[in-house]
């Protein structure tokens, strides 16, 4: 191992180390991923809804997949789709490097090898960076939109809301076939625990105009 080493040119040598390294901060990104993942904690935004302890008894809890549409975190999805990351300067080491190594009998020439071998680096990032796409896509695929599917659904007064508008409470609604729970202001008087309520409109991506829907006695 320490003749081939030396044999190597000093450019060979500097090409090694940092092709080595860099697959080591692969590796090392990639195990601590796999270890997020099983912990729950990866994804970028995944978490239990469960509103009320209620929620737990009539297995009506809701698992969010990730931020609300319209929100910050989905204008803005993840590191992945930023070009200067660590993650892909990486990515592009491992494409260069691996390559030009692997090429450097069959294309003796430097300059074509080394052209290569950016295109290889090159295309690896940018393939990285659509996998994050996708999973993105994925995602938000499964994301309540509250905006387009709030309005018009029912449910029930969690914390007493204030009349005309002069506080917040908050409400749970079932929202295509999940239970969630929502800040929430009326127009009219002041909604007691435990009312039933109408969504009127959604006032931001947390926040909706209720009414309560008035009993008919026949």
Known sequence: MIEWWNSLEPAMKVLWAVTLSASLVFVIQSIMTYL??????????????????????????????????????????????????????????????????????????????????????????????????????MQQSGTINVYKSAVGCEGTVYLTIPGERSGEGKVQITINNAVREYDAVTDGPTLKTGARIRVVEVVSANTLLVEEINSVII
């Open 36 to 137: 997020g993942a099983a912990d729950g904690d990866f994804d970028i935004n995944s978490g239990v809804d469960a509103g009320a302890p209620g929620d737990l008894a009539d297995g009506s809890v809701d698992v969010g997949g990730g931020p609300d549409v319209g929100s910050s975190e989905a204008a803005h999805p993840g590191s992945g789709m930023n070009l200067l990351t660590f993650r892909n300067f990486i990515n592009f080491l491992i494409g260069f490097g691996w390559t030009a190594i692997l090429l450097k009998d069959s294309i003796p020439a430097t300059g074509p090898r080394m052209l290569i071998a950016i295109i290889v680096g090159v295309a690896l990032v940018a393939l990285v960076m659509l996998l994050f796409k996708w999973l993105t896509d």
